[in-house]
Structures are given as structure tokens and as C-alpha cells.
């Protein structure tokens, strides 16, 4: 089996995994997925919204005050 090391860690991992484009082995993956947070909202007469930002939450449905 080939090996290529971590980016952040520099262990070894599967060179298939680098061959998708990974640069991480799969705990440091983990760990930066972990990290990032979102949630979809369903826009009014249109589609859904993935949204990242908390203050742009908030910002979509001002009239109703319920932040």
C-alpha cells in the first residue's frame, strides 16, 4: 500500500485519499470539518440558502424580531 504524510500532522495515510484531492489524513479531516458550522434556510419563493454567518441569519428575517 502507498503512503503519502499529512499536511498537518505528518502521519501516513492512504495515497488514494490524496489522489481525491485530501491533503489530510482522516482524524485531521475530522477535526477541521468539526470546525466548520452552517444550516440551510429556506428562502421565501425561492430556493434554500446554506448560510455560515450568523449576523446574515439574522439579517434575512428582521421584520419579525424573534432573534
Known sequence: MQTVQCVDCGTDYNIK???HGWLTCLECGE?????????????????????????????INSKTGWF
Do not use: W
Open 17 to 19: 485519499r490524496r489522489m
Open 31 to 59: 477535526l477541521d470539518a468539526r470546525q466548520v458550522k452552517h444550516t440551510i434556510v429556506p428562502m421565501h419563493k425561492s430556493n434554500y440558502q446554506p448560510i455560515t454567518d450568523l449576523n446574515l441569519l439574522k439579517g
